[in-house]
């Protein structure tokens, strides 16, 4: 079994929908991210949780949410879904003796019409 | 302003051959760099990384090269096999912040 799962992996939405896109993760790190890629562009980080009290924004949080239901699950929200959020989007997970070195999931391809 | 740049979209080389790969940053504080690796519908895979207080890294066929004064690092794949077929990123990060900065990533084309 995959140590990173994402769900769903495809979505298609309309704009001004709400949606969530959700992470497990079974390595038992404490540190998850969400990043989005767009096409030409490296991953640009969303949001990231050191534990499950501490919650950043990263450099494009703007329009996202996030939550930290426990330890292995890490959740990302877009409250008013707009169609410059279509996108790839990777969760991460890394642990804090080797933050750097952090392990993806699969993705989730996100389209907003 | 892009932090870390990679300013070859794609790149092919022959199997057997030395695949070099390419990445530049701007920010001097950025200590440590990190290379990884992503097939089609699949999330980055980790490769290999350096430390700034390094200037080669090693791990089988796979060498990072830094050089800071001219803040640039390379990738060397030797000799490419057709499973390198993928997108390389690279990313650097700075002791202070937490945070990876990923360059656009480079596709690896290896012919036959």
């Known amino acids: 079994d995959a140590d990173v799962t994402q769900t769903p992996r495809n979505r298609i939405t309309k704009t001004g929908k709400r949606i969530m896109l959700e992470c497990s993760q079974t390595k038992g790190h404490d540190r998850m991210y969400w990043y989005r890629q767009d096409p030409g562009l490296g991953l640009q980080l969303i949001y990231y949780s050191f534990d499950v009290k501490d919650i950043n924004k990263g450099e494009i949080s703007d329009g996202y949410s996030v939550s930290r239901q426990a330890q292995a699950k890490f959740s990302l929200s877009l409250e008013s879904a707009i169609p410059n959020q279509t996108a790839l989007y990777f969760c991460?997970?890394?642990?804090?003796?080797?933050?750097?070195?952090?392990?993806f999931g699969p993705g989730t391809r996100l389209t907003v019409l | 302003d892009q932090q870390v740049k990679q300013n070859s979209p794609s790149l092919s080389v022959q199997e057997g051959r030395i695949s070099i790969l390419n990445c530049d940053y701007t920010n001097s504080m950025f200590d440590y760099f990190l290379w990884y690796k992503k097939y089609p519908a699949e999330g980055p895979t980790f490769l290999i990384s350096?430390?700034?207080i390094k200037d080669k890294n090693e791990d089988g066929r796979f060498t990072v090269f830094l050089n800071k004064s001219a803040k640039h690092l390379s990738l060397h794949i030797v000799p490419s096999q057709p499973g390198d077929s993928a997108v390389y990123f690279c990313?650097?990060?700075?002791?202070?912040?937490?945070?990876?900065?990923w360059g656009a990533g480079t596709k690896l084309i290896i012919k036959p």
């Open positions: 991460a997970t890394s642990d804090p003796r080797d933050y750097d070195e952090q392990f």
């Open positions: 990313a650097a990060s700075a002791e202070s912040n937490y945070q990876l900065i």
């Open positions: 350096i430390s700034s």
